[in-house]
């Protein structure tokens, strides 16, 4: 009984938090502070944290960095909040036995398939990629806007705000990228933000 009363106020917390940091997203409250990192030294850290959890879910849990990466202005505490996001959402919605991947790679501007903030000629693609159940074709469109969820019996069966992925794409915007999403239902859900690699000094471009 204590064990139940402490893990219903986490997701209690959890769900105060992710409204708290929505508020303060939409109101312009949350200041970009970038800083010169190591992209691929910064997602060892942040996969190490979620790849336990995935295994207990009965998980996989994949990474896949490319050479070349370099470094780049990033702020790590968005990046970082960013990616908490993503991954929890495909640990929360990928069923037992299925299996999770964080990929990043440097792609150009002509690879980058949605609007961004900042131009650059290179960003920094990160993709979450889950083998679950898919997301139906009429979701897709608005499944970034606040308080909307994948439909279906996995969206019931697990209590959320549906606010992860509205966070995901601000904190993408912040940090002056995008995001978007590739999935068909039945063949899993690749979630993916770009982030300009010359972030501090590049203009900015109307969405």
């Given at each position: 009984m204590a064990q139940d009363i402490f893990d219903a106020g986490s997701r209690q917390l959890a769900i105060v938090n992710s409204l708290i940091e929505l508020a303060r997203l939409q109101a312009g409250k949350v200041e970009l502070r970038a800083e010169l990192q190591d992209p691929a030294k910064m997602l060892a850290e942040i996969a190490a944290r979620h790849e336990a959890k995935a295994q207990a879910a009965g998980l996989d849990f994949a990474v896949?960095?490319?050479?070349?990466?370099?470094e780049m202005p990033l702020d790590r505490e968005v990046v970082t909040h960013l990616l908490d996001h993503l991954l929890d959402n495909a640990c929360k919605f990928t069923p037992s036995g299925g299996k999770i991947s964080l990929i990043a790679r440097r792609v150009p501007r002509t690879e980058v398939a949605a609007p961004v903030r900042i131009a650059a000629g290179e960003y920094l693609e990160l993709a979450v990629a889950d083998n679950g159940p898919g997301i139906a074709p009429e979701i897709l469109p608005r499944l970034f806007q606040p308080f909307v969820q994948g439909e279906g019996r996995l969206s019931r069966r697990y209590a959320g705000t549906g606010v992860g992925l509205t966070l995901a794409r601000l904190l993408a915007e912040l940090h002056g990228g995008g995001s978007?999403?590739?999935?068909?239902?039945?063949?899993?859900?690749?979630?993916?933000?770009?982030?300009?690699y010359d972030s501090?000094?590049?203009p900015k471009v109307n969405l």
């Open positions: 896949e960095v490319a050479q070349g990466l370099g978007g999403v590739e999935s068909k239902p039945g063949t899993g859900a690749k979630f993916l933000v770009w982030l300009p501090i000094s590049a």
